[in-house]
T-cell receptor, first 113, second 113 residues
Framework: GEDVEQSLFLSVREGDSSVINCTYT??????LYWYKQEPGAGLQLLTY?????DMKQDQRLTVLLNKKDKHLSLRIADTQTGDSAIYFC?????????????FGRGTSLIVHP | DAGVTQSPTHLIKTRGQQVTLRCSPK?????VSWYQQALGQGPQFIFQ???????QRGNFPDRFSGHQFPNYSSELNVNALLLGDSALYLC????????????FGPGTRLTVT
């Protein structure tokens, strides 16, 4: 199976909260990331969390990590149409100074008025 | 503050041909990583260059090669192109070798016919 799994689509109404979920298999993952990709653009690092943390909040973004279940989520409060994009979950270890992320297939977030 | 730039934006090649893609890292960065993103997939790591040497490599054949110049810019070369090489090629830069904080460029869309 894939190392990082995420659902492919999520549709929400503008102003609602969005929750994008991700599961990973590598128990040695040290860093977990959320990237955003808008059409025709590269990846933008939205936020990351260290594996020894449970939660990280940054303005409208909240990341929750359940290390026992290897489950990561990204909550976007007050979702706007500008949040429509593909969101990638990724994980990396730090052994040997690698930091090379393994990405999921991405969740396409559609925000409708 | 210049971000990561890549050229060309789009490229169409024929099977068996060779292609060279270029990347200039974010101002002040000295490490460049290349990723391949097939349609509907997350990016996959190809290799990373630091101090003009290939430091890490993903699971890609020797047809994929690269180079880093003294000004930290980088090239990705792909020989004997296959239809399956059609993808978005992303360059990411960071500072001081491998890092969990990478900045991605907009990518080069390669189509092999």
């Amino acid at each position: 199976g894939e190392d990082v799994e995420q659902s492919l689509f999520l549709s929400v109404r503008e102003g609602d909260s969005s929750v994008i979920n991700c599961t990973y298999t590598d128990s040695s993952s040290t860093y977990l990331y959320w990237y955003k990709q808008e059409p025709g653009a590269g990846l933008q690092l939205l936020t990351y969390i260290f594996s020894n943390m449970d939660m990280k909040q940054d303005q409208r973004l909240t990341v929750l990590l359940n290390k026992k279940d290897k489950h990561l989520s990204l909550r976007i409060a007050d979702t706007q149409t500008g949040d429509s994009a593909i969101y990638f979950c990724a994980e990396s270890g730090a052994s040997g100074g690698s930091y090379i992320p393994t990405f999921g297939r991405g969740t396409s977030l559609i925000v409708h008025p | 503050d210049a971000g990561v730039t890549q050229s060309p934006t789009h490229l169409i090649k024929t099977r068996g041909q060779q292609v060279t893609l270029r990347c200039s890292p974010k101002s002040g960065h000295d490490t460049v990583s290349w990723y391949q993103q097939a349609l509907g997939q997350g990016p996959q790591f190809i290799f990373q260059y630091y101090e003009e040497e290939e430091r890490q490599r993903g699971n890609f054949p020797d047809r994929f090669s690269g180079h880093q110049f003294p000004n930290y810019s980088s090239e990705l070369n792909v020989n004997a192109l296959l239809l399956g090489d059609s993808a978005l090629y992303l360059c990411a830069s960071s500072l001081g070798g491998p890092s969990y904080e990478q900045y991605f460029g907009p990518g080069t869309r390669l189509t092999v016919t």
